[in-house]
Nanobody
């Protein structure tokens, strides 16, 4: 059974950066399309970024140009580099692949 473990969240000031990581335990990680989602307090979970097994990416409009999704198949890990963070990026961030979900990592953007 696949397990996904996120890390890298924390408190950052507006304009700052964070890099989230999602480590997968399975042996066929490289075959999966991987996604990052987020859920802000009182809001529905939303798709933030997606990366296919071939490395094609797509982003939500409100993070384009600021966030970058990448993957390292040798390490079974997908990343989300977040730059120019805004208070509205505050949320719990989850990775998902092949319908498996991580437990989430909290990102707070505030002074």
């Amino acid at each position: 059974q696949e397990q996904l473990v996120e890390s890298g969240g924390g408190l950052v000031q507006p304009g700052g950066s964070l890099r989230l990581s999602c480590a997968a335990s399975g042996s066929i990680f490289s075959m999966y399309t991987m996604c990052w989602y987020r859920q802000a307090p009182g809001k529905q979970r939303e798709l933030v970024a997606i990366i296919t097994s071939g490395g094609s990416t797509n982003y939500a409009e409100n993070v384009k140009g600021r966030f970058t999704i990448s993957r390292d198949n040798a390490k079974n890990t997908v990343y989300l580099q977040m730059n120019s963070l805004k208070p509205e990026d505050t949320a719990v961030y989850y990775c998902e692949g092949n319908n498996y979900w991580g437990q989430g990592t909290r990102v707070t953007v505030s002074f």
